[in-house]
């Protein structure tokens, strides 16, 4: 389609993209953009229209949420518009801040010299605040400096108290601790401006207070951006959404490009009702709607569009396919969490067979600890694959921690394993940990005995941890070496309190152990099971970020999965408490239609094959006995004839019912 004010220009639009691009008449502008649409193409082209009619440059401002995703669309305005694109303002929301903070640093009270702290460089400093609060109390159960650092920027984002972001997101846990939270963060904020540091909330919150409080410059910029474009608009938070406000107060003339049924990221403070209630908002934008897709054959698009109309928070749209129809999408009941492992590797042999590339297939879930099966029966059949988490199952910090437990009861000459335990104490370094291994070493008797006998030795702040760890010890070695039993001790001696108080995502990590408790229980003993993680590792270890483009089958959760595609998509894991988890049944209509949201990005990730895979069974707790599993209401609400129905499970299972 030739693009109104260069006839000879074709940017290959579709009539929906066409009238987006061409639209002049100013004011806001919302793009409801589905997925596999050409959002990006659309945007860049309107971008690209904006200069080709005689807007300058420099009075158009695009953001986004990542470099890379900024750096593809400017590439993009170039190739449509030629250099005259790089002059476009461009890059994301803290890049910007940062930019236009250097050049009025004094006029929101800031030394233009400042320096901008990292994640672990903010991190550091809390923990400095914290340990100048709490004194020597490092004995007690605290919440983290991570923990913290999750609440401040929380807060900082969605504009609110740290009291309310406790009180709604950390209730069980950090209600007690709201006083000692807010007096960090006080102390963090002074500690910052004394060392002329800005963290990454920072940069929006002075960018803010530069655009809405500081005479004359918030017009300023208002008058100079004429045309302010947003991508991903359904991710952005409260004080991004207030400097868009800013930015357009003089002209208004703000372009929104997203999509709700792709708003997954609530736990980070993305607020949906940004778009939800854009036209309250703009009581005078234009609302266009691009629902050609481009990427998913029908079948696929007809079952995402069957999901996504039950969720009620939403403004409608229909995923329309460009394709041809070619198969329906598979659901695949499986007896257990094995025989799913062992369908998933039977399809993706028998596709590599016919000519797909590893690279070309993704298996999708929805939390991590829902992988390890898979792993496990991928890494035994040969089929290369990438964990793309950034650290692999087994890697996992509270991971290493349970087993580092069960290999230091199982084996008393495990040092490696004793160094890791003693060195998670308050004020136990590497050199006092030797100490204590040293001195360990002198006594004799049993185990939990010897432990006791130096527990004098310890830190004093260590103390309490150190008698902790060695009833741990004895209640494991009482276990008779059965691991599934030993992880279940561990699970119920309190390991799980202190991981909602260390880390933000602890309720995801504690699935990850519940699963590794399903995973130890498939052992008869301790020693086979580290064996075999320890194969498993060094084979994962092997994957290069190369191979995973190409060569690999991509493993990742869904979130990580947003903005990609593949030929063939496995959703594994789609039961009741897992998808929808405990947690957002519990947290009610918002969090579900949020679950939902989620399900729906996984099956457009897929071109031409989609699997959904619900198994049947797992151990049960201990565990010894198959517990049945309920398929997922995300998938007993599906228009069953949208679907080809397969029943994978051995031949002396009990019967399935669809």
């Known amino acids: 389609m030739v693009v109104h004010g260069d006839e000879d220009q074709d940017w290959g639009l579709n009539e929906q993209q066409r009238l987006v691009v061409e639209d002049r008449q100013g004011g806001a502008v919302l793009v409801l953009a589905g997925a596999g649409s050409g959002k990006t193409h659309t945007l860049t082209c309107r971008v690209a229209h904006l200069l080709k009619s005689g807007c300058t440059p420099w009075s158009i401002l695009l953001l986004t949420f990542t470099n890379k995703a ?75 400096p991570q923990v913290i650092a999750s609440i401040l920027g929380f807060a900082a984002g969605c504009m609110r108290s740290v009291g309310d972001v406790i009180t709604e997101r950390f209730p069980m846990v950090l209600e007690e601790h709201v006083d000692l939270v807010e007096r960090v963060g006080v102390r963090y904020a002074a500690m910052k401006r004394e060392e002329n540091g800005l963290d990454f909330d920072d940069l929006l919150v002075f960018l803010l207070r530069l655009l809405e409080d500081t005479e004359g410059l918030g017009a300023r910029y208002s008058d100079r951006f004429e045309h302010v474009l947003v991508d991903e608009f359904q991710d952005t938070n409260p004080i991004q959404f207030a400097i868009l ?182 004020r136990v370094g590497e050199k006092t940990a030797l100490r204590l291994w040293s001195w360990l070493g ?24 150190w008698e902790a760890w060695t009833e741990l010890t004895q209640l494991l070695m009482a276990q008779g070496g059965i691991p599934g039993r030993m992880v279940q001790v561990v699970l119920d001696s309190g390991y799980q309190s202190h ?83 405990g947690h957002a049944i519990a947290g009610g209509d918002s969090m579900l239609e949020e679950e939902r949201r989620l399900f729906y990005v996984a099956m457009t990730r897929a071109r031409d094959g989609l699997y959904l895979l619900v198994p049947g069974h797992r151990l049960g707790r201990g565990s010894w006995e198959p517990e049945a599993l309920e398929p997922s209401r995300y998938i007993e609400e599906l228009d069953p004839d949208l679907l080809e129905k397969v029943r994978f499970v051995p031949e002396d299972a009990f019967p399935m019912d669809y």
């Open 70 to 144: 900024a750096r593809e669309m400017l590439d993009r305005v170039c190739g449509l518009v030629g250099p005259i694109g790089r002059d476009v303002e461009g890059g994301t929301f803290h890049g910007f801040a940062h930019r236009l903070l250097r050049i009025h640093a004094e006029d929101v009270g800031l030394d233009r010299s400042f320096s901008v702290l990292d994640r672990s460089d903010s991190v550091a400093l809390i923990k400095r605040a914290l340990d100048a609060e709490v004194g020597r109390r490092r004995g007690e159960e605290l919440p983290s």
């Open 499 to 581: 991981l909602e108080m260390t880390y933000k995502d602890a309720a995801n990590r504690i699935q990850d152990l519940k699963q590794l408790a399903q995973f130890a229980s498939g052992f008869d003993s301790v020693d086979v099971m580290l064996g075999e993680l320890a194969l498993m590792s060094n084979v994962e270890a092997d994957a290069t970020p190369e191979e995973s483009q190409e060569t690999a089958v991509w493993m990742g959760t869904v979130h990580q999965a947003k903005g990609l595609e593949w030929d063939h998509v496995f959703v594994i894991g789609l039961n009741e408490g897992v998808w929808p988890t």
């Open 442 to 465: 002198e006594q004799s008797g049993p185990l939990p005995e010897r432990m006791a006998a130096i527990q004098s030795k310890a830190p004093e702040p260590a103390r309490p941890g």
């Open 245 to 426: 406000r800013a930015l357009t107060r003089v002209h208004g003339n703000l372009t929104a490009v997203g999509d709700d049924a792709q708003s997954i990221y609530s736990w980070r403070g993305a607020a949906l009702e940004n778009l939800l209630e854009f036209e309250a908002r703009f009581p005078d934008a234009r609302v266009f709607r691009v629902e050609w897709n481009y990427r998913s054959q029908p079948g696929i698009l007809d079952l995402a569009n069957c999901s996504i109309a039950l969720n009620r928070a939403q403004l409608p749209k229909i995923l329309r396919p460009v394709r041809e129809y070619d198969t329906s999408p598979l659901l695949v009941h499986t007896w257990d969490l094995k025989d799913q492992a062992r369908f998933l590797v039977e399809r993706i042999q028998a596709l590599a067979t016919d000519g797909v590339a590893y690279g070309r297939m993704a298996v999708l879930f929805r939390s991590h600890f829902q992988s390890v099966d898979a792993q496990m029966a991928l890494r035994k059949a040969g089929v290369p694959f990438v964990v793309v988490s950034g650290i692999r199952f087994f890697e996992l910090a509270h991971v290493r921690d349970l087993l580092a437990f069960i290999r230091w009861a199982a084996a008393p000459e495990d040092r490696s394993a004793f160094l890791h335990l003693a060195g998670k104490l308050p």
